[in-house]
T-cell receptor
Framework: DVKVTQSSRYLVKRTGEKVFLECVQD?????MFWYRQDPGLGLRLIYF???????EKGDIPEGYSVSREKKERFSLILESASTNQTSMYLC????????????FGPGTRLTVL | AQSVTQPDIHITVSEGASLELRCNYS??????LFWYVQSPGQGLQLLLK??????LVQGIKGFEAEFKRSQSSFNLRKPSVHWSDAAEYFC?????????????FGRGTSLIVHP
């Protein structure tokens, strides 16, 4: 059974903290993505990566950075968390062999106090 | 740039009734088309996809979708809804050419099922 896992389901952090969200996929996919999901706004793409050490900005990269040191792992970093980054964060992976169908992790519900 | 429109933010149906969720897209050619479902507090799961061939696509959980090129639509249907179908549904497109693999998602339709 193919899987995308995320390091935490729920996370509570304080304003100004550095936050790491980890995502791991076991499907040997080339592409990995980070989205945030907010009510009424759907999924918004933060960053994506098409290869190890490669990264591209999505639609809302401000306040975030990413790291992809290994093919299976894609990390999202909040350098200095703010309350407006309270959200659901979803990681996904894809491969063009399957028409770039996305496989999603269970999500991390982040609350910044 | 491509876009996806799901015109219904919420849909309410009675259990056992039929369902149709609408999805329209804007893209220069026929893209790859997807429907995903998200249960509360969960990630998204693929229901079905269209990439070529028969325009009526069967998916999991008894769902189907029909691709209509002339209408740029990919509507999701189910003949008889179960209470467990209550969830958020997302339509998405991915370009079928040009090398891009970045999906565009609709904003989602929330399905409420009454007993």
């Amino acid at each position: 059974d193919v899987k995308v896992t995320q390091s935490s389901r729920y996370l509570v952090k304080r304003t100004g903290e550095k936050v790491f969200l980890e995502c791991v996929q076991d499907m040997d996919h080339e592409n990995m993505f980070w989205y945030r999901q907010d009510p009424g706004l759907g999924l918004r793409l933060i960053y994506f990566s098409y290869d190890v050490k490669m990264k591209e900005k999505g639609d809302i990269p401000e306040g975030y950075s990413v790291s992809r040191e290994k093919k299976e792992r894609f990390s999202l970093i909040l350098e200095s968390a703010s309350t407006n980054q309270t959200s659901m964060y979803l990681c996904a992976s894809s491969d063009d062999v399957l028409q770039n169908e996305q496989f999603f992790g269970p999500g991390t519900r982040l609350t910044v106090l | 740039a491509q876009s996806v429109t799901q015109p219904d933010i919420h849909i309410t149906v009675s259990e056992g009734a039929s369902l149709e969720l609408r999805c329209n897209y804007s893209y220069g050619a026929t893209p790859y088309l997807f429907w995903y479902v998200q249960s509360p507090g969960q990630g998204l799961q693929l229901l079905l996809k269209y990439f070529s061939g028969d325009t009526l696509v069967q998916g999991i959980k008894g769902f189907e979708a029909e691709f209509k090129r002339s209408q740029s639509s990919f509507n999701l249907r189910k003949p008889s809804v179960h209470w467990s179908d209550a969830a958020e549904y997302f339509c998405a497109v991915v370009p079928s050419s040009g090398g891009s693999y970045i999906p565009t998602f609709g904003r989602g339709t929330s399905l409420i099922v009454h007993p």
